[in-house]
């Protein structure tokens, strides 16, 4: 009994002893910190820097080696405030999914910090006092304040409703210097740009470089602003101040009603000649212009998604800034996703709200090609505020979004997908065309704006290719863009079939000029006859096939009511890195089904697109077992495959191992070869085409065999989990009439007998739980026949 005590015991003090011994290895006044990282099963997903409060790199890992624990040292001044930000560019963490990865952050060879569990990043902090940490924010009030040095945190919650200013306008002339400020530490905590802000600034009209924001607050959230800046060398000085109450109209049946006021002003109704004209959205077409700069970023899993990029690895990109004005009378009101949800979407990596219909940029093919366009992304505003506004009239952010009559919100060119794409763009000339509020939309209180022709700007730009790959120039005499109409800044198209302002849309395919589940199952229904016939209408992908692809971007279409641009077809990536696979795991010619296994490790699957030669098909029931989402596989007789998510928003999770997924139950076979061919497609969560592998195992059969008894007439069935406590779920084919259950025991004695079981929806569930542990015989019999499972029940 003690000797394992005093073995664990020595261990223990060596360990102890090695990692001081470690420690002492930094010079006097310093401190070791060491990283520790466990990987999971897709290492090269997870990278992580380690910075000092100022934001300098002190370390870092882009690459994390498979198979080992990952050790890394570096000896920093005593008493450094020290950043851990660790990135699963998947956005499911280390752990637990896909194996037990894990950190840990070390302090002279003490944990500080670990953790495993987190989405895309999670930032820790070790060795940090007071203001030094968005977890440690020195709490303040209105009035005047220093930060000591860069990225020093303050937390303050006013005591009254208003508008409020955050200023560093008193710092030096010549100081660059940038305000964040947050409503939870659940961010990348030094990045530079806007991400997670609900309010920033960076630079203004009042003071230039030097940060100033101005916003409605509330008295019920805290706010976590951050001081900094590219260009402060010394401690930095800034403000808090409350600039007033709101005034307004608190009636929102009022033409002139203001959510945000808190003292009450008169209220006009509709045909009040007080009533004042909407807001007017605009870009500033000057900044778009001056604005272009021609960069390279590499892919990652959420750019893709999230349509900031248009393919992987290394992409040349033109960035620009986005300035949008309300040169209207009427304030552009947004909201929030609590409290206007249909202004916005969720559906996204980056776990934040966006704002829809915000901004859209186009690439218009010039000069022959009027009506015929490239769509190159879209802006969603994950946060439309007040950045530039005359003192006093900021009030909006990203806790009530709008933008303020007189006021402007600006998107630098520095922000994440603030560009666009032009790696795989042609050569040639084109119209870079840039639209706010692109789909005419009102605002969250209804009010239209009062002009959309000068919702455009445009850039024209001749894209080519040399040595250093993509490049561009501007041209800065050309001629406004035309529609197919010849009107400027016109909005009709070409539609598929190359009608000007026709209404033939890509995914109608029974031409009612309506996309519907009539036209999904019409896919559905094409692609498993094989009786698609190739158009451009029938192509929502643009790859020139027709297949499971164009499928899942119809019913992805469907599902979001074409927000997020869903329904702009032809659209869908094709992405080469990533492979699924799928092979015959059993052929039984005597009960006549065969079972086909897959595996997809690179990521999760939402639909797949096989054919099984030889055999003359029936029904198809799946494999898939253990809280899956909603799924179907369906086959046509001739052997076609299609396997789809119900809800395009879930998915099947990755796996590394081989698992059943699906038995198909045949009638004959028509060959004497049974083997898988294509087409062979397979879309991931992010709805990108995968490359498929087949297993190129040929099965010898007699040809033209025919069963005793078809097995579509029979009630097969699985049962799940299989060993378990005695609780069965049962999940086959169903049958129209009740069924009844027997259980034996391997002496083929009758133990227990249950009828008039409801079987018609192909599943029930059954309870055993009483049994000794054992191995059973569960016979079912219907009206369509008898079958048989072994199931184990162990405790």
Known sequence: MIRPFTQLTAFLVVLFLSLSAGAQNCPTGQTRITVVLTPDNYPGEISWILQNQMGDTLMRRDSVVGGQVNRDSVCVPAGTCVYFTIVDSYGDGICCAHGNGSYQLLVNGLVQASGGQFGRYETKTVNCGSSQSCQQALVVDTGSYVAPVRNSWFSFKPDSLGAYSISTCGAPTGWDTRIWVYNNCSIPQLVMDNTGTILYNDTNSVCGQRARVQAYMDTATTYLIRIGGANAPGPIPFNISFIGAIAGCPDSNACNYSPLATV???????????????????????????????????????????????????????????????????????????????????????????????????????????????????????????????????????????????????????????????????????????????????????????????????????????????????????????????????????????????????????????????????????????????????????????????????????????????????????????????????????????????????????????????????????????????????????????????????????????????????????????????????????????????????????????????????????????PSEGQFRLQGLPDARPVSLQVFDNLGRLIQEIDAVDFSSGATDLDLGGLPPAVYHLMMRGSSGTAAQRVWIRK
């Not at 940029?361 to 007040?386: H, W």
């Not at 050309?478 to 539609?495: F, H, I, K, Q, W």
Request: proline residues 5%; glycine residues 10%.
């Open 264 to 722: 009450f002003g008169p209220c006009y109704y509709n045909n009040d000649p007080m009533c004042p004209p909407g807001p007017d959205l605009t870009i500033a077409q000057g900044v778009f212009e001056t604005s272009l700069q021609r960069s390279t970023v590499s892919s990652t899993t959420c750019r893709v998604q999230e349509k900031c990029l248009t393919g992987f690895g290394t992409r040349t990109i033109i960035r620009f800034t986005t300035d949008i004005r309300n040169i209207g009378q009427s304030d552009y009101f947004i909201g929030s996703p609590s409290t206007h949800p249909g202004q916005f979407n969720t559906v996204n990596c980056h776990n934040h709200t966006h704002y829809e219909g915000y901004a859209e940029y186009v690439l218009y093919p010039e000069p022959t090609a009027q009506g015929s366009r490239i769509p190159i992304g879209f802006k969603n505003g994950f946060c439309v505020m007040d950045l530039d506004c005359p003192p006093g009239m900021a009030k909006y952010g990203c806790s009530n979004m709008g933008i303020t009559a007189g006021c402007g919100d600006i998107y630098s060119r520095s922000l994440e997908c603030q560009w666009i794409d032009i790696t795989d763009v042609p050569d040639g000339d084109y119209i870079l065309a840039m639209k706010v509020n692109w789909d005419q939309s009102p605002d969250a209180l209804g009010r239209y704006e009062t002009n959309y022709a000068n919702n455009w700007a445009q850039v024209c730009l001749n894209i080519y290719t040399n040595a250093q790959g993509k490049q561009f120039t501007r041209d800065t005499s050309c001629a406004p863009y035309r529609d197919c109409a010849g009107v400027a800044y016109g909005n009709a198209l070409r539609d598929c079939e190359g009608v000007c302002g026709g209404r033939a849309m890509i995914g109608d395919l029974n031409a009612d000029t309506v996309r519907n589940a009539v036209d999904y199952g019409l896919y559905s229904g094409g692609l498993l006859q094989d009786t698609l016939r190739y158009s451009v209408c029938k192509d929502a992908t643009g790859d020139s096939l027709i297949d499971v692809w164009d499928l899942v971007q119809l019913g992805n279409c469907l599902q979001l009511n074409g927000s997020s641009g869903s329904c702009n077809f032809p659209q869908g990536l094709k992405n080469p890195a990533q492979t699924v696979q799928v092979r015959i795991d059993v052929l039984d010619t005597v009960q006549n089904y065969i079972d086909i296994s897959m595996r997809n490790n690179d990521a999760g699957l939402v639909a797949m697109q096989f054919q099984v030669h030889g055999l003359r098909f029936t029904s198809a029931m799946s494999l898939l077992l253990g809280g899956m989402p909603a799924h179907q596989f369906q086959v046509g007789a001739d052997g076609m495959v299609l396997f789809t998510i119900n809800n395009f928003a879930q998915e099947i999770p990755r796996s590394g191992s081989w698992r059943s997924a699906v038995r198909l139950f045949f009638s004959r076979t028509t060959d004497s070869l049974v083997y898988l061919e294509g087409p062979r497609v397979a879309v991931n969560n992010g709805l990108e085409k995968n490359t498929l592998e087949t297993d190129l195992t040929r099965f010898r059969v007699f040809r033209n065999t025919t069963s005793v008894k078809d097995l579509s007439r029979r009630p097969s069935f699985i049962a799940f989990p299989n």
